[in-house]
């Protein structure tokens, strides 16, 4: 599905500070090693104006009001962050996801600081590295909703099946056999098959893709992800390459596509081409295209066999993977969205470096600026790019 919006962020005025003083700065932030500590405020950055807080989930009243079943969320399998997961993916050894802080003022939140900060490209042709959302819970199956309209009488599951959360799973074992297919309902019963009962990061080729970009305003869905989507839910739309894109079965078109995908996105951990944007995916799927996204490709031919495909779970829980998640955006992750304790989540090579480093590049501009990268001055960048090869 391709949908195609806008997400400028307005310039933000920051102080400057020395390399030296950044270095400091930043091992002097507490990375989250808060595991026998509770009740922890969030630290907030000296150099500039805090207006935004940090991510919170919201209270039980709040999920009842909006259609979803308390009781089923609270289960392990849902895993919520305040019952759950405190501890292990996506925090590291010292972390941890989540924290009881008594700070926050919303009353349609709970006292549960998310940690945890996810990174994603964004929806709107651009594909840049400017999403970063809280995935506090995980639905398996239609009876996380109770079938109660909220305030305004539309039904959560109505609203969410508009917003999809791109979820790449790896496709490729240990031992280095490539499964073309997803294992269960999606898939179509051959064998190999790689499993979709996880979407923690350990099991994603790369990072995600979000669509909050959504609205009706220019027609891209009939509601608006910061607007109605107030639990700010997804379903969670996999998508993977098939035998004939990137298997033993690959075609001569899908290998050149590929391979110059590849050059202008680099590759996830796979070794097949990162996919950062709606027409990329749409266009390898076999979809005309407003305009071919390949580079050196001309024309609007899609590949034909397909080089990959993309579905979505039962909604019945038979695939025992998530359906839906529970993860806000946050809408504006400048000045104090991002507190100094938080940490990011994003897919890491074996060596340990970030898959795409420009996802944390702009999660220490905002975490310590408090503006993406793009907004900051030369020496505040070049500040960044010294404490990036510090860690």
Partial sequence: MKNKGSNAPAAAGVAVI????????????????????????????PLFTT????????????????????????????????????????????QVNWVVDNTGTDPDRKNV???ATTGGYIDDGTGAPTQFISIMAFLLNQNFFTGVANARGIQMADIVSNFEAYAALKQVDSH????????????????PCFPVTSVATPALRQDWRFATNRNPVDGTAPFGYFCDDILGMWIIT?????????????????????????????????GSPIIKTADELNFLEGSVVGSNPIPGFLGTNPPSPPCTAEGQEDTGGADNGAVWLICPALPDPRNG????????????????????PAFTANFLCLQIFGAYCSELLPSQQSAISQAMGAR
């Fill in 51 to 94: 207006f935004n807080p940090p991510p919170f989930d919201f209270n039980d009243a709040f999920y009842t009001a909006n259609g979803i079943d308390v009781p089923e969320l609270d289960t392990p399998g849902a895993a919520r962050f305040g019952f759950f997961r405190q501890t292990g993916p996506p925090a590291g050894p010292g």
């Fill in 238 to 270: 996999y998508f993977w390459y098939v035998d004939t894109g990137f298997g033993p079965g690959q075609t001569p078109l899908c290998h050149q596509m590929l391979a110059a995908l590849g050059n202008k996105n680099g590759l996830t951990l796979d």
């Fill in 337 to 356: 969205a991002i507190a100094l304790d938080a940490f990011l989540d994003q897919v890491h090579k074996p060596n340990g470096f970030p898959l795409d």
């Fill in 176 to 191: 280095g056999v490539f499964a073309g297919t997803p294992c269960g309902s999606m898939g179509d019963g051959t064998t």
């Fill in 18 to 45: 020395t390399c030296g003083a950044l270095l400091l700065l930043l091992l002097a932030a507490p990375a989250s090693p808060l595991l026998a500590q509770s009740q922890v405020a969030a630290p907030e950055s």
């Fill in 113 to 115: 600081r998310i940690l």
